[in-house]
């Protein structure tokens, strides 16, 4: 078991709840659901369905999802690959970011973020489940993350390894996946697939506005089964090597 300044060290330069190896106070500690959406703006989702393009229909589904959603859940946005490739490698894996923090009172600000999007760049699924996990693990409760995607890794990471290094860690948080627009893709199902079974979550797939809106509305609003987080300083065996897979997956160029 590792000691807790050993995990607050680990955490402390990317949670905003951390300061000086401190836990600040949350006010989401108390709160029994927190979910963090993982959205996927890549390039690919300019394709289109149906005459109108996956990034457009994500953002309307997502709108009318939050906005219903059940009022004393803690509700994220994670985005990755909204920005322009530059031709570096480092740079354009790492491009994901935490837009904003799981809250009870930010459904106008999620939405607003939502519209902001332009899907540009890769599709870093890898280093974008790592850096969520490490936005979650302040909170108490049941907890998951929600991960949209439309298509595989493409910055060589394994996402699926990840999710069974992270089940086999303790780390027991739930990943549910939305595959949108992945039916004719048999690599990028499998992938997706894998994930969410890997972690105990549960697989969507998604290929018009009516299967988004389920497949997320029944994934914020339901309860999590199986283990979860709910300690800052609960035992996690194998985190030495999923730091050392993050900081591999960085120094690639």
């Known amino acids: ?44 989702m300019e394709d289109k ?51 904003v923090l799981p809250g009870t009172n930010n459904r106008r600000s999620i939405i607003s973020e939502i519209y902001k999007i332009l899907p540009r760049g890769f599709t870093p699924i890898t280093y974008s489940l790592l850096q969520a996990v490490q936005d979650m693990i302040p909170y108490k409760g049941e907890k ?7 298509g595989l890794e493409t910055c060589e990471g394994d996402p699926c390894q990840l999710a069974q290094s992270l089940f086999n860690s303790r780390i027991n948080l739930k990943i549910d996946v939305v595959g949108f627009g992945v039916k004719d893709d048999l690599a990028a199902r499998e992938q997706l697939m894998c994930i969410a079974l890997n972690t105990n979550g549960k ?18 609003n339901k309860s999590v089964s199986g283990r979860i987080i709910t300690m800052i300083n609960e035992p996690l065996e194998d985190l030495p090597k999923l730091q050392s897979e993050k900081l591999n997956l960085q120094k690639k160029k």
């Open 1 to 44: 078991m590792f000691p807790l300044f050993t995990v607050t060290s680990v955490f402390s330069q990317s949670n905003p709840f951390f300061n000086n190896n401190q836990l600040k106070q949350n006010p989401y500690l108390s709160a029994s659901r927190s979910v963090l959406i993982v959205f996927d703006a890549s390039n690919s």
């Open 49 to 99: 369905i149906r005459s109108e393009t996956k990034i457009h229909i994500a953002k309307r589904v997502l709108e009318n999802v939050i906005t219903k959603a059940a009022p004393d859940i803690n509700i994220g946005l994670r985005v990755y690959g909204a920005s322009n490739p530059t031709g570096n490698h480092y740079i354009d894996c790492n491009d994901s970011r935490l837009v």
């Open 144 to 150: 998951s993350i929600i991960l949209i995607s439309d």
């Open 203 to 220: 697989y969507y797939s998604a290929d018009n506005d009516d299967e988004l809106t389920q497949g997320l509305s029944e994934s914020i």
